[in-house]
C-alpha cells in the first residue's frame, strides 16, 4: 500500500513580509519618508520640552509654597515678625497659578490666616471652595473639617 504524503506549503511570516514591505515603500518613498521622520522627531522635542516646562513649574511651586509655609511656622511660633505677610502673599501667589494641588493647600493656609487676622468670611468662603472642588480627598476632609469648626464657634 501506498503511503500518502502530506505537501505543506509554507506561508511568509507576517512579521517579516510586513517589515519587508515597509522598508520597500521606506526606498521607493525616500522623500515622504525623511519628512515622516523629521515631524515624528520634532513631535518628540516638543512633548519632551513640554515636560520638562511642566515640571520646572512645578518644582517653583513647590520651592514657593515651602517658603510660605516656612514664613507661616516661624509666625505662628513666636507670633513675631513679617512672617505673615511673607506667607500670605507666596500663597496668594500660588492661589491664582498653579497646579491643583498645590493651589488647594495654598488656600487652606490663605484661609487659615484670614482666621489669625479675624476674617471669618473670607476663611469660610477660601474652604467652601476648596472643598466644592478639591484636588484630594484629604483636601476635602481638612476643608470640611474646617468649615465644621467655624459653625461651632
Do not use: H
Not at 505673615?84 to 497659578?97: H, I, R, V, Y
Amino acid at each position: 500500500m501506498a503511503k500518502k504524503t502530506r505537501v505543506e506549503t509554507k506561508k511568509p511570516d507576517a512579521l517579516l513580509s510586513g517589515f519587508q514591505y515597509c522598508i520597500t515603500w521606506v526606498r521607493r518613498n525616500a522623500r515622504t519618508s525623511i519628512l515622516i521622520g523629521v515631524v515624528i522627531v520634532c513631535l518628540g522635542l516638543a512633548g519632551w520640552g513640554l515636560a520638562a516646562y511642566q515640571a520646572i513649574k512645578d518644582e517653583k511651586a513647590q520651592y514657593t509654597l515651602s517658603q510660605g509655609i516656612t514664613s507661616f511656622e516661624e509666625y505662628a511660633a513666636t507670633m513675631k515678625g513679617d512672617g505673615l505677610s511673607k506667607a500670605e502673599k507666596s500663597f496668594k501667589s500660588l492661589a491664582k497659578g498653579s497646579p491643583a494641588g498645590i493651589r488647594d493647600v495654598a488656600k487652606l493656609y490663605l484661609a487659615r490666616i484670614a482666621t489669625m487676622k479675624g476674617n471669618k468670611e473670607e476663611a469660610r468662603a477660601l474652604y467652601a471652595e476648596v472643598a466644592k472642588k478639591p484636588s484630594s480627598d484629604v483636601v476635602r476632609k481638612l476643608s470640611e473639617s474646617a468649615l465644621k469648626d467655624m459653625q461651632q464657634n
